[in-house]
DNA sequence: ATCACTGCAAAGTCTTTGCAACGAC
DNA sequence: GTCGTTGCAAAGACTTTGCAGTGAT
């Protein structure tokens, strides 16, 4: 089983919850999926795979999933509310194609050197962000130089 | 008069579109606050201030100061939807303090290191980026101390 | 048996749109 | 007078919540 899922039973025993189907199952499928999924393309990915579940609770779902430390919640530059894998994972950032809007992580050397900057210029004490950066990617580059 | 209210009277005039009294206070008022303010922010402002517009004015009229190239919006990590002035202004990225939810403008000294970087390990040909940093402002540190 | 969980539908938020009256040109 | 603009209210997208039935322990 998959070290997060032994940590989502852990939460759920340490919280007087439940372990059920649908939390199970909205898990799994975002586990596997590798994160950056709103709860719109879970649900639909979950039903496709014939898991009735509402989407109601895979919203429900996602929440516990963020507060069991499991998933954060990102809000993309296009609107878009999506959630990630955080655990185990290295901080990182995103590349997003504005052509064929996918989404690459990147690690980002400068980061110590950029907390340190706030600091030098602001005194501000950095503990997160959040980085995106848009532009295209290598696929549509050859994309449209054979369109 | 702004340089800021020219462009936009440009604007305005090379469309075939209209100067209203709404839209010159509702870009007056934006201008005036130096961004960073929602839609909604705009609205109470304004009608503090005794002017009359409706909220889907406030809303119509931010979106023609982004095509206008004045203002471009924000999807900030709370998930609230904020515009910004970008005339003139040199790119820069923003700290937030998640004490006192102040925001603070900064420069990224690494930008271009990091573009090249992405191109680098990705092929990704950047073209613009969006960063927030969240920690603790000078303000709050020192208030924390005294409380 | 208890008490949390689920699904649905209703309610909320934030933003956009339709429409008749209005105002700039 | 024409045609874009406004304000309101209705409609939309997305997310949360209330509730009665269901299911885990």
Same mark, same amino acid.
């Given at each position: &089983?998959?070290?997060?899922?032994?940590?989502?039973?852990? #939460?759920?025993?340490?919280?007087?919850?439940?372990?059920?189907?649908?939390?199970?199952?909205?898990?799994?499928? /975002?586990?596997? !999926?590798?994160?950056?999924? !709103?709860?719109?393309?879970? #649900?639909?990915?979950?039903?496709?795979?014939?898991? =009735?579940?509402?989407?109601?609770? @895979? #919203? =429900?779902?996602?929440? &516990?999933?963020?507060?069991?430390?499991?998933?954060? @919640?990102?809000? /993309?530059?296009?609107?878009?509310? =999506? #959630?990630?894998?955080?655990?185990?994972?290295?901080?990182?950032?995103?590349?997003?194609? @504005?052509?064929?809007?996918?989404?690459?992580?990147?690690?980002?050397?400068?980061?110590?050197?950029?907390?340190?900057?706030?600091?030098?210029?602001?005194?501000?004490?950095?503990?997160?962000?959040?980085?995106?950066?848009?532009?295209?990617?290598?696929?549509?580059?050859?994309?449209?130089?054979?369109?």
């Amino acid at each position: &089983m998959r070290p997060e899922l032994q940590i989502l039973e852990q #939460y759920v025993a340490e919280n007087g919850l439940k372990r059920t189907r649908q939390r199970t199952l909205i898990a799994a499928q /975002f586990l596997e !999926s590798g994160g950056h999924l !709103s709860a719109e393309d879970l #649900y639909a990915a979950l039903n496709a795979a014939g898991h =009735r579940v509402g989407l109601a609770t @895979v #919203y =429900r779902t996602l929440k &516990m999933l963020v507060d069991a430390g499991l998933a954060q @919640v990102r809000h /993309f530059p296009d609107g878009a509310t =999506r #959630y990630e894998c955080v655990y185990g994972e290295p901080a990182h950032d995103h590349l997003i194609c @504005v052509e064929c809007h996918c989404i690459i992580e990147i690690e980002n050397p400068f980061l110590d050197q950029l907390y340190q900057h706030a600091f030098a210029a602001h005194g501000f004490v950095a503990s997160g962000h959040r980085l995106v950066i848009t532009g295209i990617c290598s696929n549509c580059q050859a994309g449209a130089a054979s369109n």
